[in-house]
């Protein structure tokens, strides 16, 4: 007869049949539920819908992205489920704190040939002095200054709502520490990334393909094309002669 609680554990133990879980079932089935779950909530690109968080980069780029539609990775995926996590992590804590926080789901403005489309990374705070959109960024290191790229993303939002002026707050993803900065809305800026949609659409209603931009840089080397782009840049500087 077992004398203490260690020693059913133990002989338990021995019992177990394979049949049960273990410590990598576990893991293979968090996995597997944990990409599923994300890979369903993913939106998909559709030529019409374009979308300011991602028209600052390549057109080549996004033009595969519409054309191929190509699932992102699984480390792409949980990445940016951080991100959303951290968002709502600090609309709850404001609420709670006593602001008037607004989630704004999903922006829309018809551009009459297709919809600029802003997701759900926003905050909407209503004060005495007026409203200010606040839009989330996670890092995993502070910047010292804004990226541009988010400016021209906030910059839209801000024109798409018809306020003047907003928020960039960076949190850092391993300590919640922060960092704010300013962004006063430009119509110039706002302009600017319409007439790029309209030419993302020209490229991806008519199938041709957008020269490279950006080479040599970060998001260059990051760009999951970019073997394909080198090669059909290859390709066209150096047809093959029948």
């Known amino acids: 007869m077992p004398q203490n609680g260690f020693t059913q554990r133990k002989l338990k133990s021995a019992e177990q049949t394979s049949s049960e879980l273990d410590a990598l079932s576990l893991e293979q089935l968090v996995n597997g539920a944990l990409d599923g779950y994300l890979r369903r909530k993913e939106e998909e690109y559709e030529v019409g819908y374009y979308y300011p968080s991602v028209l600052p980069q390549c057109l080549r780029r996004q033009y595969w ?54 997701k759900a990374d ?46 960039l707050l960076y949190v850092k993803k391993t300590a919640l520490q922060l960092r704010v900065f300013t962004v006063t809305f430009n119509e110039q800026l706002f302009n600017e990334l319409i007439e790029r949609s309209k030419k993302l659409h020209e490229y991806v209603s008519s199938r041709r393909l957008p020269p490279p931009e950006m080479l040599g840089s970060l998001e260059c080397e990051r760009c999951e094309y970019m073997l394909k782009c080198a090669k059909t840049e290859q390709a066209l500087q150096h047809p093959v002669e029948l």
């Open 65 to 118: 992205h519409y054309m191929e539609r190509s699932p992102p990775t699984a480390e792409a995926l949980r990445a940016f489920s951080v991100g959303t996590f951290i968002h709502e992590l600090i609309a709850k804590a404001l609420i709670e704190h006593g602001v008037e926080v607004k989630v704004e789901e999903v922006l829309k403005l018809d551009l009459g040939f297709g919809q600029l489309r802003g």
């Open 122 to 167: 926003l905050l909407i705070l209503r004060t005495e002095g007026g409203d200010y959109a606040v839009e989330v960024k996670s890092c995993a290191k502070l910047p010292s200054d804004p990226y541009p790229e988010h400016v021209q993303q906030l910059n839209s939002y801000l024109g798409m709502l018809k306020l003047s002026k907003g928020f």
